[in-house]
Nanobody, 125 residues
């Protein structure tokens, strides 16, 4: 599975962005799709995840109510709608796919097998 994230950019605090991630290759092997982010000097952290088969999703507390993960299986796309952006949301955002079906939303990045190259989101104050 190959993943390509795009849609990042510079936005003012309070603004919105929608990130997209295009999957290609053996996409049916992607059981969970997730977004993670890594701010400068910080470790990569979980943002949101969605189960491909039943659309159950889970969002990190820091983004709950502001970000929404969604997917389009027919187009092999996963999205992250980000609203009410804050400067602390500034990071490189990565999409990822897990090939194992765990039966629950997967927040552990070690369970993800495939990663996109990342797209930079910068939120100015």
């Amino acid at each position: 599975v190959q993943l390509q994230a795009f849609g990042g950019g510079l936005v003012q605090a309070g603004g919105s962005l929608r990130l997209s991630c295009a999957a290609s290759g053996r996409t049916l092997s992607s059981k969970s799709l997730g977004w993670f982010r890594q701010a400068p000097g910080m470790e990569r952290e979980f943002v949101a995840t969605i189960i491909r088969s039943d659309s159950r999703s889970y969002h990190a507390e820091s983004v709950k109510g502001r970000f929404t993960i969604s997917k389009d299986n027919a187009k092999n796309m996963v999205y992250l709608q980000m609203n009410s952006l804050k400067p602390e949301d500034t990071a490189v955002y990565y999409c990822a796919a897990a090939s194992v079906f765990y039966g629950f939303p997967v927040i552990d990045q070690n369970k993800y097998d495939y990663w996109g190259q990342g797209t930079l989101v910068t939120v100015s104050s």
